[in-house]
């Protein structure tokens, strides 16, 4: 079952990405969701997205947002764009929405409230001027990555 609270709002973070002339990688999607939603959980004590993060490998990580990826590019509203990337040797995968995909972002951005609006611009911005590396350190240095250091446990 597709959770489109989740689909629609990583796809509104791609879009607003994509409007910056950004090809936002996975890594930058997933910690830039995260950072929303605990921005939004310090004060309404439920994420935006409605997303569940787990302490992984690098970071925080949602199943259902890698899941909202997944599909998304199956149903091509997002295109993969391999990128290398010299400085780390790595080739990393970065999203652009499709003509397809951008249909129906006002019907996202008229279900998302001014305040949901406004964490959301506010974060992606703010994630938009970090390198990649900066990210991942500050998405480290959040309370529930510094206090839960158990590996595949839930943290928020």
């Known amino acids: 079952m597709k959770n489109n609270r989740i689909r629609n709002i990583t796809k509104y973070v791609i879009y607003l990405f994509n409007g910056k002339g950004i090809d936002p990688t996975k890594t ?18 439920k994420t935006l997205s409605g997303a569940k993060y787990i302490r992984y490998f690098y970071g925080p990580y949602s ?4 899941k909202a990826l997944r599909e998304l590019e199956e149903e091509n ?16 995968y970065c999203y652009q929405l ?15 409230s001014k305040e ?9 911005e703010y994630s938009a001027e970090l390198s990649l590396d900066e990210l991942i350190n500050i998405v480290y240095a959040t309370p529930p990555m510094t206090q839960n250091v158990e590996f595949e446990k839930r943290i928020l």
């Open 98 to 112: 499709t003509l397809k995909g951008i249909e129906n972002i006002p019907e996202i951005e008229n279900s998302l």
């Open 116 to 124: 949901e609006k406004k964490i959301i611009r506010q974060i992606v």
């Open 63 to 66: 199943e259902e947002i890698d």
């Open 77 to 92: 509203e997002v295109k993969v764009i391999s990128s290398y990337s010299a400085t780390h040797d790595t080739l990393y």
């Open 28 to 45: 930058r999607v997933m910690k830039t969701l995260y950072l929303i939603d605990l921005r939004y959980y310090e004060t309404y004590q």
